[in-house]
């Protein structure tokens, strides 16, 4: 089955400087990469995905780019802000079936004012 | 729409009892999925759904039972709860996509603690 490992565990960041998170995975039939943002007791939301047939999608301060020669994507965060606190996880789908999502397991970012 | 709920938010176990987890959605999505989240573990999938009348395990099975009860519902079963069974269970549904995947909407959690 699919395997997705991301790094780091932890993340702290200075208000205003860049983040970034890594992941990989090891089914090469995976097509689809979701970011969820999870605060605390709060539960996972979607942030940003990307299909692989796209290289790079944008949405605002947020990114994800993705080599599928090299089966990894990442997370880039600008500019951050306080409220970007969170825990951060990456997942992979091979989108057959019911779509089951294979989560890594999770980056701790802290962004410090 | 509430989208996904649970219940109940919380509960407290001794070793051995049962309990049913309940989730509903109404976002009418054909698929839904259970996950327990421990510290340092991320999100393991227990059982999960495709479609109404069809159930599957998923990477962490052993100890629950599952059921769709009809396209909205789909309830999670501790037979005999034991303390490894002590975790955030969070249910979720997504529409079903052959291709490609799509996004998983979760709902609040279950705090679940056995003794």
């Known amino acids: 089955g699919e395997n997705v490992e991301q790094h780091p565990s932890t993340l702290s960041v200075q208000e205003g400087d860049s983040a970034v998170i890594k992941c990989t995975y090891s089914?090469?039939?995976?097509?689809?990469f979701p970011w969820y943002k999870q605060e605390l007791g709060k539960r996972p939301q979607l942030i940003i995905d990307?299909?692989?047939?796209?290289g790079e999608k944008k949405d605002q301060r947020i990114a994800v780019t993705l080599n599928k020669t090299a089966k990894h994507f990442s997370l880039h965060i600008t500019e951050t802000q306080p409220e970007d606190s969170a825990v951060y996880f990456c997942?992979?789908?091979?989108?057959?079936?019911?779509?089951?999502?294979?989560f890594g397991t999770g980056t701790r970012l802290t962004v410090i004012p | 729409n509430a989208g996904v709920t649970q219940t109940p938010k919380f509960q407290v176990l001794k070793t051995g009892q049962s309990m049913t987890l309940q989730c509903a959605q109404d976002?009418?999505?054909?698929?839904m999925y259970w996950y327990r989240q421990d510290p340092g573990m991320g999100l393991r999938l227990i059982y999960y759904?495709?479609?109404?009348?069809?159930?599957d395990k998923g990477e962490v099975p052993n100890g629950y039972n599952v059921s769709r009860l009809n396209k909205r519902e789909f309830s999670l079963r501790l037979e005999s709860a034991a303390p490894s069974q002590t975790s955030v269970y969070f249910c979720?549904?997504?529409?079903?996509?052959?291709?490609?995947?799509?996004?998983?909407?979760f709902g609040p959690g279950t705090r679940l603690t056995v003794t």
């Open positions: 979720a549904s997504s529409t079903q996509k052959w291709t490609g995947g799509a996004e998983q909407y």
């Open positions: 990307i299909r692989s047939n796209v």
């Open positions: 089914d090469s039939a995976s097509n689809y």
């Open positions: 976002m009418n999505h054909n698929s």
């Open positions: 997942a992979a789908s091979m989108g057959t079936g019911a779509n089951n999502l294979f």
């Open positions: 759904s495709a479609s109404e009348g069809t159930t």
